[in-house]
């Protein structure tokens, strides 16, 4: 009888451990699917991140490369009135041909235009007070500088300043060359790229000022951004990283992933929204879990019936023991009696 149970209670134990690992495999199989995820994840961004690098590296390359030549015609040539509308002929052939260029500028010592790739130069504008004018005039470095965004004096555009230093012969200050960059240029190529609706994507100075965001508001435009998390990632695992940010912009968790141009001091950050990320993942998680418990559910069923049938037959055998064990006392107490009166 102890056996006979023994056996019902071993074949619970049995279903309930098949449900148990049934569902233990399904936790462990969706964990690795997420980890799994999450990783092919992270090499998107870093690939994305690495894209947005090359596309900047190669945006200001084009523009600085301009700037080379302007420079060196300026201090072979000078800026007599012949020599400047040659110039401005140039210089608005340059920007025809290179999509990011706003325009191009040409600054004396004072920061009075000398030319400039438009058809009319504007007059009585100074750009003295310009933060790139001011690094040129009060740093000798012959090297390009790629100063703050800027709102355009003459059209209202937000630019990014590209700039030269130009010298007299005798190596002093004489002004600058400038090629200003349409923030929209890199808007339009943020905007193509396949981060969803919660993904960022962003160009931001070393020095920790934001040129371009996506997704885009004017406001971001110029912000210091040493104090977020970005920045600080940046700084302690750059030039090259990934890390989970939530936005101080929108509050939103992100996969990011950023990288310092070769050439410029700049980096770029491509994020992806972590609940996007896993919504595929939770919701087959979802329906998969489901199926694992809906097959539970029929195994500890058919257990159940097992074990029903089991008791069932245990308590039959045990009648049937009992109806023999009677009627072997009935057989005997018959015999017992026929020897008596036998005897």
């Not at 740093?139 to 030269?164: A, E, M, W, Y």
């Not at 920790?208 to 600080?232: A, K, N, W, Y």
Request: proline share 3%; net charge positive; glycine share 8%.
């Amino acid at each position: 009888m102890f056996q006979r149970l023994s056996i019902a209670v071993r074949t619970m134990a049995f279903v309930a451990a098949v449900c148990l690992a049934l569902v233990a495999l399904d936790i462990w199989h969706s964990w690795e699917s997420r980890t799994v995820l999450l990783e092919q994840m992270g090499v998107a961004t870093a690939n994305l991140s690495r894209a947005l690098a090359q596309q900047a590296d190669d945006t200001i390359k084009q523009a600085d490369t301009v700037l080379v030549g302007v420079v060196e015609r300026i201090e072979q040539e000078g800026t007599g009135p012949v020599q400047v509308e040659r110039l401005r002929r140039v210089l608005a052939a340059q920007v025809a041909e290179l999509p990011q260029l706003d325009a191009l500028h040409v600054y004396d010592q004072d920061g009075n235009w000398v030319a400039n790739s438009r058809a009319a130069v504007p007059q009585k504008l100074n750009n003295a007070d310009r933060e790139y004018f001011v690094f040129h005039r009060d740093h000798p470095d012959r090297g390009p500088h790629i100063g703050i965004p800027v709102k355009s004096r003459t059209n209202g555009k937000l630019l990014i300043p590209v700039s030269r230093r130009i010298d007299h012969a005798d190596g002093s200050f004489a002004g600058v060359a400038l090629a200003s960059i349409d923030v929209d240029f890199f808007l339009k190529f943020y905007d193509s790229l396949d981060i969803g609706k919660g993904g960022a994507a962003a160009l931001i100075l070393e020095s920790g000022t934001m040129m371009v965001r996506r997704p885009f508001g004017p406001e971001m435009v110029g912000r210091d951004m040493r104090g977020s998390q970005l920045f600080t990632s940046y700084k302690e695992n750059g030039p090259v990283g990934t890390a989970y940010i939530k936005s101080a912009q929108d509050g939103v968790l992100r996969l990011n992933s950023f990288r310092r141009l070769e050439h410029y001091p700049l980096f770029v950050g491509a994020a992806m929204s972590k609940d996007e990320i896993l919504a595929g993942w939770w919701k087959d998680t979802f329906w998969h879990s489901g199926g694992v418990l809906a097959l539970s559910a029929v195994v500890a069923f058919v257990g159940l019936g097992l074990v029903r049938q089991i008791e069932m037959r245990t308590r039959t055998e045990a009648e049937l023991l009992r109806a023999r064990a009677t009627r072997s006392r009935r057989s005997t107490r018959r015999s017992t009696r026929w020897r008596w009166r036998t005897a």
